[in-house]
C-alpha cells in the first residue's frame, strides 16, 4: 500500500511481491506528457505527481505540497513491516 501523507490518502491496492515504483514530478510551468509504463501517454499537469506501481497507476495529478520546493528537494520514505522472512 502506498500513501500520500499530505492528504492522508492511501492506495486503494495493496501490492504484493516485488513490483517497479514509476514517480513522475512536474515541476515545469506547464503540462507534462510521458510515456507511462502501461505504454500509454500520460499527463501531468504543473506542481502535481502521479505513482504508478507496475502498470497500476496509483495516485494520479497529486498536488505539491509545497509548489516553491525544487524537485531536489522531496523526499521519498518506505516503512514496513517483516511477516515470516519476507520484508514487506
Known amino acids: 500500500m502506498f500513501r500520500n501523507i499530505d492528504i492522508l490518502t492511501?492506495?486503494?491496492?495493496?501490492?504484493t511481491?516485488?513490483?517497479n515504483v514509476?514517480?513522475?514530478v512536474n515541476n515545469t510551468g506547464s503540462t507534462f506528457?510521458?510515456?507511462?509504463?502501461?505504454?500509454?501517454?500520460?499527463?501531468?499537469?504543473?506542481?502535481t505527481w502521479d505513482l504508478w506501481v507496475g502498470s497500476t497507476k496509483v495516485f494520479n495529478d497529486q498536488a505539491a505540497a509545497t509548489a516553491t520546493v525544487a524537485p531536489t528537494d522531496f523526499k521519498l520514505s518506505?516503512?514496513?513491516?517483516?511477516?515470516?522472512?519476507n520484508p514487506v
Request: net charge negative; aromatic share 12%; glycine share 8%.
Open 33 to 47: 506528457t510521458y510515456t507511462a509504463p502501461n505504454a500509454t501517454p500520460e499527463t501531468a499537469a504543473n506542481d
Open 10 to 15: 492511501n492506495s486503494a491496492t495493496t501490492f
Open 22 to 24: 514509476f514517480f513522475v
Open 78 to 85: 518506505l516503512a514496513g513491516s517483516r511477516h515470516g522472512n
Open 17 to 19: 511481491g516485488s513490483n
